[in-house]
């Protein structure tokens, strides 16, 4: 069996280590296979790989070299090494530093209340929410104090004598509030008015913060006041009783007291929470500030150690997958010298650009004039720090928050050494700029930053085909005009091609001259290639692997929550049965009345029963020791054993067990009537018992009946927004990665995007307007776009 550290982190080391993706792991098997691998990475095979249990070697998939990762542990099957045990005891240390951390989360989350993913984690599982006249509890609450505990706490009801912690900071407050002061425990922050409405308001109950306070203040009273009569003189305390007993502070929250109900709901929802802690760094960067690392601390740890996707790592596992360059650019360099540095970017160039993202148009506003779109990627990213602060001033976050993933998936691509041949390149040449936009997709997908790509990926297409500064239009200024038939140009080497290269210079020239930058004269001629991706599958297969296995998350997250709405339903139906059991044919209400009569009834049987017959046999005992004192038959009553027997039996009267039946020997006449007495009682202490079975099977069945009600209601609330999820999951959780590589080929149909058609119906209208008349068009735009256009698989 497993505690709840060990569980949790061999959950996430394998959680991780099974994203890593199918390329990566080949490479990393062939590692451990030839020994190549790191210190760090044997540690990961060795925990993280299954092994033969006869051989003790690692398991094949059979037919291949590749190994068998382990799989994600299920603590609740008792065959799983990381089975968290049937009494609960684990289950409750996890429960509980959840519902710690989403406790703390809720007091303090103005703090982040800018974090829409936090929000919304912390409000579907914390607290409760009313739909029409129904309020339903989340799985977590608030821990409240035990019945006891507030009558300790007070106020104390009107007129009742009962000592309470407000009663008597209260009662002494002209020395008391001082004291507090000098030691410490009250400060601008927290005054005696904020303790004393606060505890009036039973906001302990709600705040972690203010029972945290009011907790220090409590142990200040028990260790140094209660016990030191110097320092009760001090504060003018004329009664110790005064003083509230503070010792047992530690039982005055029970937390251990979670319903099984919510217990088993926990057990069904533990991987969606763990998980979302996992794929979310928005949510993770909140929660672990209040957990105090119990959940993070595993989370962080493996997620450090485990560093096979950084490339600046020596553990990065790099995938198994040769260059990215296609067999043309590895055969010649002509390819980048023309098409793409030359005639590919002439056919596409563009004016005034119309955005698609307004985080796009914002932040190419803000690109400095002068920049070279010689100076590449490189150029752009030296200037991604003073653009961020630009936005900032001009209170765009947004936009802001869209730069700064920018430069932050960019940097890493260009630190990456597989891709640096590609980086180089990739405003240059087509095939090198498809290779790092697919990086940028996958990377993308991984983070759920979709909004943040599309502005990344139209920024790369502004980059591309901007005019004003780009190779092209530095080659228009040449006063000879000779833009393609340069004789320095590596193309230009025959006869024959430079035959070609001056006639498009004349035609190219006439174009210019005559309609300025709407030049079709080559675009009419030239496929656009290299840089629209027309299917997942490509020569290395990585982009493809990557897709399917987005998709099959996608299926498994799907899956999960149809595991979770059939597990629901089952304890609804569960639940149910537990309801129509107690009630036994009447209404909810009527048998929460009737269970309730019922124990108060039993109750005072009880509590009658005890307090008059230990009263009436103390007096029975003390009269008959009166009595053979009073007679000088003293002798045999007095015998130690029989008055230690007769203590012990008075004792037991109030419990459940009885003790031995005294036998009395003297001889005085009332001492056969104090036997009757002890005979008596014996025979009604059967009933005592009886009654308090009969009272703790009806305070069970209403506690039954009364978290059934509530776990029926929220559980039907769960179920239908689970079966509404569940029906729209299609519609709700497109392709994001399909999404993605349509968007960058919209942007890519230059033809249709950059100039020409998309240009004509908008050529009337001043710049200005032409974009707000643009925004309007948008989403049609791009729905038109992705129904008539599919990606291969």
């Given at each position: 069996?497993?505690?709840m550290?060990d569980?949790l982190?061999a959950?996430y ?7 890593m ?5 080949v ?7 030839d ?7 044997k ?6 790989l299954?092994k033969?249990?006869v051989t003790?070697?690692?398991e094949?998939?059979?037919?291949t070299?590749?190994?068998v990762?382990?799989?994600i ?8 090494e990381l089975?968290?045990g049937?009494?609960d ?11 710690t951390?989403?406790q703390?989360?809720d007091?303090?989350k103005n703090?982040?209340k800018?974090?829409?993913?936090a929000?919304?984690?912390l409000?579907?599982?914390f607290?409760?929410h009313?739909?029409?006249?129904t309020?339903?509890q989340?799985l977590f609450?608030?821990t409240?104090?035990?019945?006891a505990?507030r ?6 009801p ?5 000592v309470t912690?407000h009663?008597?900071?209260t ?6 509030e ?9 400060n601008d922050?927290?005054?005696y ?6 505890i ?9 913060k203010?029972?945290k ?8 009273i028990?260790?140094?006041i209660?016990?030191?009569t110097t ?6 305390i004329?009664?110790p009783?005064?003083i509230p ?6 039982q005055?929250f ?5 319903p099984?109900?919510?217990?088993q ?7 969606i929470?763990?998980?979302t802690?996992?794929k ?6 909140v929660?672990?500030q209040?957990?105090e690392g ?11 150690n485990?560093s ?8 990065y596992?790099q995938p198994?997958?040769?260059d990215?360059l296609t067999?043309?650019e ?6 980048g010298?023309?098409?793409s ?5 002439y056919i596409?160039?563009?004016g005034?650009?119309l955005?698609f ?5 914002a932040?190419?506003?803000?690109l400095?004039?002068d920049?070279k779109?010689?100076d ?5 990213l ?5 653009i ?5 001033e001009?209170r ?13 998936t ?7 050494k ?14 090198h700029m498809?290779a790092?936009?697919k ?8 983070e759920?930053?979709v909004?943040e790509?599309?502005?990344a990926?139209?920024?790369?297409s502004v980059?591309?085909y901007?005019?004003t ?5 530095d080659?228009l200024?040449?006063?000879d ?6 004789k320095s140009?590596s193309?230009?080497?025959t006869?024959?091609v430079?035959f ?6 004349k035609?190219?020239?006439?174009a210019f ?10 675009g009419n001629a030239?496929k656009?290639?290299g840089?629209?991706i027309n ?9 493809k692997?990557?897709h399917?296995?987005y998709l099959q998350?996608?299926?498994n997250?799907k899956q999960?929550?149809?595991n ?5 339903r089952?304890q ?8 129509n059991?107690i ?7 009527q048998?929460q009345?009737d ?6 009834n039993?109750?005072?049987?009880i509590n ?8 009436t046999?103390?007096?029975a005992?003390?009269q008959t ?7 000088g038959?003293w002798a ?7 008055l230690t027997a ?5 004792n037991?009267i109030?419990g459940d067990?009885?003790?031995a039946?005294?036998?009395l ?5 009332s001492?056969?009537?104090l036997?009757?007495h002890?005979?008596?009682i014996?025979a009604?202490?059967a009933?005592?018992v009886t009654n ?5 099977n009806k305070q069970?069945s209403?506690d039954?009946?009364?978290n059934g ?7 039907t609330a769960?179920?239908?927004?689970h079966?509404?999820?569940v029906n729209?999951?299609?519609?709700n ?8 590589v349509k968007y ?9 995007t950059h100039m020409?058609?998309m ?11 032409a974009?707000?008349r643009?925004n ?5 735009i791009i ?7 599919t990606?291969?698989a």
């Open positions: 069996m497993a505690n550290k569980f982190t959950y080391n394998r959680l991780i280590f099974r994203e993706s199918h390329e990566q792991f490479q990393f098997c062939g590692y451990i296979k020994k190549k691998a790191t210190d760090n990475q540690i990961w095979a060795e925990e993280l299954k033969d249990p003790g070697e690692f094949t998939v059979p037919g070299n590749i190994y990762k382990k799989e542990p299920d603590p609740q099957d008792p065959a799983d089975y968290l049937a009494d005891k684990e289950w409750k240390k996890l429960f509980k530093a959840f519902q951390a989403f703390s989360m007091g303090a703090s982040f800018y974090n829409d993913k929000n919304k984690f409000e579907k599982y607290g409760s009313t739909t029409g006249t309020t339903v989340h609450q608030y409240k104090a035990t019945p505990a009558a300790k706490i007070g106020p104390a009107a007129g009742a004598a009962t912690l009663g008597f900071l009662k002494y407050r002209n020395r008391l001082l004291q507090l002061k000098n030691w410490g425990v009250l922050d927290f005054s008015d904020d303790l004393l409405s606060g009036a308001s039973e906001k302990y109950n709600k705040n972690p203010f029972r306070q009011m907790e220090h203040v409590a142990q200040v028990d260790g140094y209660a016990g030191d320092m009760q003189a001090r504060l003018g004329s009664n009783n005064d007993d503070c010792g047992d502070l530690a005055w029970d937390d251990d007291n979670i099984t109900f919510r217990l709901q926990f057990k069904n929802e533990y991987p929470l763990l998980n802690l996992r979310e760094s928005k949510v993770r960067e929660f672990e209040y957990d119990k959940i993070s601390g595993p989370l962080n740890k493996a997620l450090a485990q096979y996707d950084n490339p600046n790592s020596d553990d596992v198994k997958r040769e990215t067999i043309p590895r055969l010649s360099e002509w390819w010298d023309t098409y540095d030359c005639l590919e970017k596409k160039l563009s005034d650009r955005y993202s307004p985080q796009a148009k932040i190419a506003g803000k400095p004039k920049l779109k010689t590449g990627l490189d150029g752009v030296k200037h991604t720090g003073s961020r602060s630009k936005l900032k001009a765009d976050f947004e936009s802001a928050k869209h730069v700064e993933w920018f430069e932050k960019l940097t890493a691509l260009k630190n990456d597989k891709l640096s041949k590609v980086w180089a390149g990739a405003l240059k040449n087509g095939t498809q790092l936009v990086e940028i997709m996958i990377r993308a997908i991984k759920g930053k909004k790509a599309k502005t990926l139209e920024l790369i980059l591309h901007g005019y500064t780009s190779k092209v239009m080659t200024a040449k006063t005009f000779t833009v393609f038939s340069d140009l193309f230009n080497k006869d024959g430079k070609v290269t001056n006639a498009l210079d035609g190219i020239k006439t001259m005559g309609i300025g930058y709407g030049i079709t004269i080559i030239i656009l290639s840089r629209k299917k997942f599958s490509d020569k290395n297969g990585n982009f692997s990557e399917d296995q998350q996608q299926q997250d999960s929550l149809q979770l709405l059939t597990s629901e089952a609804r139906t569960n639940t149910e049965a537990t309801i059991t009630t036994a044919g009447r209404t909810v209400a048998t009345t269970l309730t009569n019922d124990i108060g039993l109750e005072t049987i009658n029963f005890c307090a008059t017959e230990i009263q046999l103390e007096q005992i003390n020791v009166y009595n053979v004192n009073a007679t038959t045999p009553i007095a015998n130690n054993a029989e007769l203590d012990a039996f008075l037991s109030s067990t009885l003790a039946m005294p036998t020997t003297g001889t005085d006449p001492i056969p009537a036997q009757n002890l005979n008596t014996a009604q202490h009933n005592l308090r079975g009969q009272l703790a069970q209403l039954d009946l009364i009600t509530e776990l029926l209601t929220q559980l769960q179920i239908t927004e079966e509404n999820e729209n999951w299609d519609a959780h497109i392709d994001e990665l399909e999404e993605l960058w080929n919209m942007l890519e149909t230059g033809r249709n020409g058609p240009y004509n119906w908008l050529r009337n209208l001043k710049k200005k307007n974009q707000k643009f309007q068009e948008i989403p049609n729905s038109a776009y992705n129904q008539s256009h990606i291969a």
